[in-house]
């Protein structure tokens, strides 16, 4: 797990959910730390943060397991940090991806939460500037490690979006330590129906695959009378969106030869699943990945017509379906890159997917317009580098390489000459020595520029 205290450089020191945090200097080399100026404290972490004013996009980018499956929990709390009372509106992203965007509030915490598989040994969170001099900025970021068989459902081309985790039968928020994944069961806000609290007296055996935590499942809300129906609040803003939906339950009380408690999960009053019947001292787990909701879908639970005792629910969780997710840009071209920035420490500070999403590349990298894009074009002109270039020739797309106005030293390497589109070449004003590879010399259409001896 990952607990990155944004704008902090303190490390190790532990919150009041027993959760040790550390700074986040070794996980971005851009921004300015701040101080929340706002007199509503919400806790030490929250007090700091670190805000963006140059670039476009700015990442924070993880080692991480390809193929493994993470939670990833993104928050922003203002506090007017800038004495401005302006709260900016900025986009966040993952792995290249848009995730969503985030208008933040003066006084109160926003959060955004993602589940995904990581295709790469590292996985990136960006915050990126839409609007003239507002600027992005993170307070936290969080990353879990979630067991491979958690979320079955989803694809893993598909991202799940975050739209409301409820312990249905709490009074206070459910987290780490209760639950091992740190996931965040709130309270319910509002659960429609007339509801009675109750808490088990059994200890609650967890075997399904989610595993919520015990804290959720010993305690449950129903109705009353039995025809009652309980609502599912959701937060679907606008259109029908596709949506991934978990709902977890586990009998409170042992029932008589007389009773029974059966009942469905409805759709805008129409039934949409099997009668469930809560076991008691174990838990059961329903999901369904094929949900469309909007702004007026209605979900309900409602008894059937043989049941004794009205519904019932411990938990649930709703996230949105993200649409499919990019591949990233073509590995050459990482692999390229990378070699560059080993080489020259100033380019350490671009992080991420150099190409996407599409509106926010690398400063100095043109990219095609591919599913998979490629890099076309390496603008590295005026960035003082120096040193001897190291060989970035698996870029094989690249058509224009600008070098101008550094300190590259050493013979032209001959790889540049094997880059099979290239159209044009500036090495102009460096300290190049030797003689101009014949690759290079025979291919009348680049320009070379000036060698400095």
Not at 29 to 56: A, E, P, W
Not at 198 to 215: C, E, F, G, K, R
Not at 325 to 340: A, F, I, R, Y
Request: proline share 5%; with cysteine; charged share 20%.
């Amino acid at each position: 797990a990952y607990n990155i205290d944004c704008g902090s450089d303190s490390d190790g020191f532990t919150d009041e959910n027993s959760i040790i945090w550390t700074g986040d200097n070794l996980f971005n080399q851009n921004g300015v730390t701040q101080l929340v100026q706002s007199s509503k404290s919400i806790s030490h972490v929250m007090d700091t943060l670190r805000v963006f004013t140059t670039r476009d996009k700015n990442c924070y980018s993880i080692k991480a397991d390809k193929g493994e499956k993470v939670l990833v929990r993104a928050s922003f709390f203002y506090g007017n940090y800038d004495n401005q009372s302006s709260p900016p509106t900025f986009d966040l992203q993952f792995d290249g991806n848009y995730w969503d965007t985030v208008e933040t509030s003066s006084d109160e915490l926003v959060d955004r939460e993602v589940i995904y598989v990581v295709k790469g040994e590292t996985t990136s969170v960006c915050v990126a500037q839409t609007k003239p001099n507002q600027f992005p900025f993170m307070s936290a970021l969080e990353i879990r490690r979630l067991d491979s068989l958690m979320y079955s459902l989803m694809d893993s081309n598909f991202a799940l979006y975050l739209n409301r985790r409820v312990d249905c039968g709490a009074n206070e928020t459910t987290r780490y330590s209760d639950d091992i994944y740190d996931r965040i069961w709130s309270p319910p806000s509002v659960i429609g129906g007339v509801i009675i609290n109750v808490t088990s007296d059994a200890s609650i055996s967890n075997n399904v695959a989610d595993n919520p935590p015990q804290a959720v499942l010993q305690n449950a809300v129903t109705t009353s009378p039995t025809s009652a129906r309980i609502f599912l609040i959701h937060e679907v803003s606008s259109g029908e969106v596709p949506i991934y939906l978990n709902l977890y339950f586990s009998e409170v009380t042992t029932l008589n030869s007389a009773q029974k408690r059966s009942f469905g999960l409805y759709k805008d009053n129409q039934p949409f699943s099997e009668p469930i019947i809560p076991p008691y001292g174990n838990a059961l787990e329903v999901s369904f990945s094929n949900i469309s909701l909007s702004s007026s879908t209605t979900l309900t639970l409602q008894a059937t017509s043989d049941s004794t005792l009205p519904p019932l629910i411990n938990a649930f969780e709703i996230f949105y379906i993200s649409d499919v997710l990019t591949e990233g840009t073509n590995g050459k071209d990482v692999e390229g890159l990378t070699s560059l920035q080993t080489q020259f420490g100033v380019l350490h500070e671009w992080s991420s997917d150099p190409c996407l999403p599409a509106s926010f590349t690398w400063e100095w990298v043109n990219c095609s317009t591919n599913a998979t894009p490629r890099v076309t074009a390496l603008d590295l002109s005026s960035l003082g580098l120096s040193g001897s270039l190291p060989d970035f020739s698996s870029m094989d797309a690249i058509e224009t390489i600008d070098l101008h106005n550094n300190s590259l030293v050493g013979d032209i390497p001959g790889f540049l000459g094997t880059f099979p589109n290239l159209k044009e070449l500036n090495l102009a004003d460096n300290q190049f020595s030797g003689v101009i590879p014949t690759s290079l010399t025979k291919n009348n259409g680049l320009n070379l520029g000036n060698r400095k001896s």
